[in-house]
């Protein structure tokens, strides 16, 4: 009999978006370090996947955001890690305040033409444009270490605008 896997990890993901550019931030430490990516983190015991983007973008680039827009779910999957990450993004087009550099990440803003997928996750590129383009997928990754996309699915859902 196979082993039960444990439930999953739950995270967030939030891109902050303006007219033709997007808000990336460089991972300084942990998880992801020395790679672009949105904002985002663990969700707390007790608080909701929402509320866990709009804390942690605001911790990590010092930006209050809303009005989040549910664009996707990816599940990652790490070859030998019983654990799957389960992550929920989302991008808004609403916030309040300049990005800031953190002890963690360091915001900068991109065109969405010059976006440097060379230095992000490598499956970045096959989801980012859909969130650009305000398309709706649920996803699947398996990774082999960090650095190698085994396999992937990608699948259309419907519209999930929150308005938080």
Not at 17 to 36: A, D, I, S, T, Y
Not at 142 to 153: A, M, P, T, W
Request: aromatic share 12%; net charge negative.
């Amino acid at each position: 009999m196979a082993a039960e896997r444990p439930p999953n990890k739950l995270l967030t993901l939030l891109f902050v978006l303006r007219p033709g550019q997007v808000l990336l931030g460089m991972k300084k430490r942990g998880f992801g370090k020395g790679r672009w990516n949105g904002f985002g983190g663990k969700v707390h015991q007790g608080e909701s996947i929402e509320k866990a983007a709009i804390r942690e973008t605001s911790e990590e680039c010092g930006l209050t955001v809303s009005g989040l827009d549910k664009v996707g779910v990816i599940l990652f999957e790490f070859v030998g890690e019983a654990q799957l990450m389960e992550v929920h993004v989302f991008r808004t087009e609403t916030f309040t305040g300049d990005p800031v550099e953190t002890e963690e990440m360091r915001p900068q803003w991109f065109a969405h033409t010059e976006i440097p997928y060379g230095s992000m996750w490598p499956d970045d590129y096959l989801w980012y444009p859909k969130m650009l383009n305000n398309k709706y997928f649920d996803a699947w990754m398996k990774f082999q270490g960090h650095d190698i996309v085994l396999d992937y699915s990608i699948t259309p859902r419907p519209s999930t605008n929150l308005n938080i």
